[in-house]
């Protein structure tokens, strides 16, 4: 069996209307997509894994995710000075401190290692659209086509429900009635990110648009609109990085932010996961949970970071000689190196140097898990969603697997889909 490529592979995700289950590179100069070099992503293959494992990284995130909730409380009432301490971009500061609605989501990123008992998250990912059909939806269509069992069962009705109460939790934020707000969705015009918000939108019950990123618009400093038809918005899902947008320009080459940020401050639009979302995404989040320390917790929560969080710092010789790297504002493995008794071990292969000019955050180095697939071992990170049930409490939606043929996980690794 061809997990790679083959007419069943290509038949099964054609009917999952996944349209990123293969990878196109982008032509550099015109920014079209290479068809013609297509890279797999989703394997044609099914991990069976026991329910239990599931059940119990489940609990575990719900337990990280009231650590988090804490971290996002302190973080918003902290000076501009701590803030550009742990590495927030000082564009972002004001959004930061103000967008009191709390995340919609987020995406936990687990070394997860029966085998030697480790079991930390690595990093949290709350602003990124990633993963998220493959672990709600997808996992269960493969389960299925491979006779085996959904891994959970009911992650979509609790994203339906989610996005739900955060519509309206956001029209009470603009003191307008539901039936009054206009929803839209977008990301980047890619198969991966635009094709998971057309997903996302058909959860949510009620009308949205969903485009490009290059089609939103901003009215005079009044209002944010689809370019296409003029329509103003009122409510905006938008995956995009905060730590990009910030240096964004307009045509006449006038950077974007400031007008977004108003229109944001005065309560004209709101973004659902952005600023709120964004005070959680830097890595450096991790090392303010250990400088904080347990004492700065309630036993339960001091427990959790005790079990389930590796010691961070934004200096390497607080963790010691052995530690793994990353940019404070790293995503996708990007400029992420391990060192391993004073000597590194492993470099990633992606080292664009928008991030290895960042700031680094260090982390005890820990032992991933591998997994046999087609005769081949492959390293594997557990991914497993969060949603802010109404309350601001984290409660677990589904999880999902990624696998690597390297050590470090990057924008080139594969789905592994998991049944029970």
């Known amino acids: 069996m061809n997990i790679f490529n083959s007419p069943q592979r290509d038949r099964l995700f054609q009917s999952m209307k996944m349209g990123w289950y293969n990878f196109c590179p982008i032509e550099e100069e015109t920014g079209i997509p290479l068809t013609d070099e297509e890279i797999p992503y989703a394997l044609y293959y099914c991990h069976q894994v026991s329910p239990q494992i599931i059940k119990e990284i489940k609990q575990a995130s719900e337990l990280v995710g009231s650590v988090l909730t ?24 004001k959004l930061v401190k103000y967008d009191s ?18 079991k930390k998250v690595v990093e949290t990912n709350p602003q990124t659209p990633s993963f998220w059909f493959e672990c709600t939806e997808g ?22 429900l989610t996005l739900t109460q955060h519509v ?9 009635p539901i039936s009054d707000c206009r929803v839209a969705f ?18 949510l019950q009620y009308q949205s648009a969903v485009f490009p990123l290059e089609y939103l618009r901003i009215k005079d400093g009044k209002y944010l609109f689809y370019q296409r038809t003029g329509e103003p918005i009122d409510i905006l899902f938008m995956w995009y990085p ?46 303010l949970i250990t400088d904080l320390g347990y004492d700065f917790f309630n036993n339960k929560d001091a427990g959790t970071v005790f079990e389930y969080f ?23 493995g990007e400029g992420g190196y391990a060192v391993n008794s004073g000597k590194i071990a492993i470099r990633s292969n992606n080292n664009d140097p928008w991030y290895t000019q960042q700031n680094y955050v260090y982390q005890e180095l820990l ?16 991914g497993a969603w969060l949603y802010n049930n109404g309350n601001d409490r984290f409660i677990s939606g589904d999880v999902g697997m990624r696998v690597s043929e390297g050590e470090i996980t990057d924008n080139l690794s594969y789905w592994c889909p998991i049944g029970c």
């Open 242 to 287: 905060v730590e990009w947008l910030i240096y964004d320009t307009d045509e006449n080459g006038e950077r974007l932010w400031h007008g977004l940020e108003e229109l944001i401050l005065h309560k004209k639009v709101v973004i659902v996961n952005f600023g709120s979302a964004f005070a959680l995404q830097p890595k450096s989040v991790f090392a």
């Open 186 to 203: 977008t990301a980047l015009n890619n198969a991966e990110d635009l094709g998971t918000m057309q997903w996302l939108s058909n959860n």
């Open 310 to 332: 590796p010691k961070t710092s934004l200096t390497a010789t607080e963790i010691g000689n052995s530690y793994f790297s990353k940019p404070i504002l790293g995503r996708e």
């Open 101 to 118: 609605l709390a995340p919609l989501c987020m995406r936990l990123d687990w070394c997860w290692n029966e085998r030697t008992g480790v």
């Open 168 to 176: 309206y939790r956001a029209a009470s934020h603009l003191h307008k």
């Open 139 to 160: 996992n269960g269509k493969v389960a299925k086509h491979f006779g085996l069992k959904e891994p959970t069962l009911d992650a979509q009705e609790k994203l339906k």
């Open 367 to 382: 032992e991933f898990p591998k997994v046999e697939i087609a005769g081949n071992y492959m390293t594997a990170v557990w």
């Open 70 to 93: 804490q971290a996002w409380s302190v973080i918003r009432t902290l000076d501009e000075e701590t803030l550009l301490y742990y590495g927030f971009p000082k564009d972002t500061i």
